[in-house]
């Protein structure tokens, strides 16, 4: 894959195609503004992308004071909520990034640190 | 829609309260899981959004939190999962997903006159529920 797009960046046409005597050679043409990658290896989520909705969705939570919400806050010690809110919250990020987060992870995450790198880390996150 | 989609999942005993407590968040993951299914069902994608009835959910569930005993909890969750089974095989109507579960119970209170604006206490708590 990075070899085929190595080698589709450098091919240069030639000038002069099959034109009659007297008009303009074509310009040189490069291929890269039409460059095209197959492989969907690139299109993971951003970190900031994953940080901004992560936050989103935990602001968006009525019990919570948005103003407390940092990307390192833990929802039961630092925004006082209960872990059916935890639970809830988890289930809030399922949605919103549209993952199935088995049992065993989700109750593992009690903060937003651990939520952000889980999602950032999972490869079907959307 | 197989009527036994929701079978009981919860056999008879929870051995300790961690047990049911864990059972309790399973139940509620089910309910959340089938929540986009519920709306789709039922229409109701201008009326509540898939948050508002997640905290309904939860607050459902909150209002028996202070239950100590597993069977109680148990039965609880039986039932609950009862209720759950009939709102996604489309055993219930919009009205009542609306009436139970969006609408708090000020929603159902009758709009009040100028002539009840003199109403007094008591009267008001008659009419909101048996016990006060």
Same mark, same amino acid.
């Given at each position: 894959?990075?070899?085929?797009?190595?080698?589709?960046?450098?091919? %240069?046409? &030639?000038? %002069?195609?099959?034109?009659?005597?007297?008009?303009? &050679?074509?310009?040189?043409?490069?291929?890269?503004?039409?460059?095209?990658?197959?492989?969907?290896?690139?299109?993971?989520?951003?970190?900031?992308?994953?940080?901004?909705?992560?936050?989103?969705?935990?602001?968006?939570? &009525?019990?919570?004071? #948005?103003?407390?919400?940092? #990307?390192?806050?833990?929802?039961?010690?630092?925004?006082?909520?209960?872990?059916?809110?935890?639970?809830?919250?988890?289930?809030?990020?399922?949605?919103?990034?549209?993952?199935?987060? #088995?049992?065993?992870?989700?109750?593992?995450?009690?903060?937003?640190?651990?939520?952000?790198?889980?999602?950032?880390?999972? &490869?079907?996150?959307? | *829609?197989?009527?036994?989609?929701?079978?009981?999942?919860?056999?008879?005993? $929870?051995?300790?309260?961690?047990?049911?407590?864990?059972?309790?968040?399973? =139940? =509620?993951?089910? !309910?959340?899981?089938?929540?986009?299914?519920? *709306?789709?069902?039922?229409?109701?994608?201008?009326?509540?959004?898939?948050?508002? +009835?997640? $905290?309904?959910? !939860?607050?459902?569930?909150?209002?028996?939190?202070?239950?100590?005993?597993?069977?109680?909890?148990? /039965? +609880?969750?039986?039932?609950? *999962?009862?209720? /759950?089974?009939?709102?996604?095989?489309? !055993?219930?109507?919009?009205?009542?997903?609306?009436?139970?579960?969006? /609408?708090?119970?000020?929603?159902?209170?009758?709009?009040?006159?100028?002539?009840?604006?003199?109403?007094?206490? =008591?009267?008001?708590? =008659?009419?909101?529920?048996?016990?006060?």
């Amino acid at each position: 894959m990075a070899m085929r797009a190595f080698v589709l960046r450098h091919i %240069q046409l &030639p000038g %002069q195609t099959l034109t009659a005597t007297g008009s303009k &050679p074509h310009p040189q043409w490069y291929l890269r503004a039409s460059l095209r990658l197959f492989s969907s290896h690139d299109d993971h989520l951003t970190k900031e992308e994953v940080i901004d909705r992560v936050l989103d969705v935990v602001k968006s939570f &009525p019990k919570v004071d #948005p103003s407390k919400v940092t #990307p390192d806050v833990h929802f039961q010690k630092d925004l006082g909520l209960d872990s059916l809110d935890n639970v809830e919250i988890v289930m809030g990020l399922e949605e919103e990034f549209k993952l199935e987060i #088995p049992d065993k992870e989700a109750d593992r995450i009690d903060s937003c640190n651990l939520a952000i790198e889980y999602i950032y880390n999972h &490869p079907m996150a959307g | *829609m197989a009527f036994t989609l929701r079978s009981v999942k919860v056999p008879p005993n $929870s051995a300790s309260l961690e047990e049911a407590r864990s059972r309790v968040f399973d =139940f =509620f993951k089910a !309910a959340c899981r089938s929540i986009p299914a519920i *709306m789709d069902i039922y229409n109701l994608d201008d009326v509540v959004t898939k948050s508002q +009835l997640r $905290s309904t959910i !939860a607050s459902e569930i909150r209002k028996n939190s202070h239950v100590t005993n597993p069977k109680v909890i148990d /039965l +609880l969750l039986f039932k609950g *999962m009862e209720e /759950l089974g009939n709102i996604v095989e489309h !055993a219930k109507q919009r009205h009542h997903i609306i009436g139970q579960y969006v /609408l708090g119970r000020q929603g159902l209170v009758q709009d009040l006159d100028t002539k009840d604006e003199g109403m007094s206490d =008591f009267l008001k708590n =008659f009419y909101k529920s048996n016990y006060f």
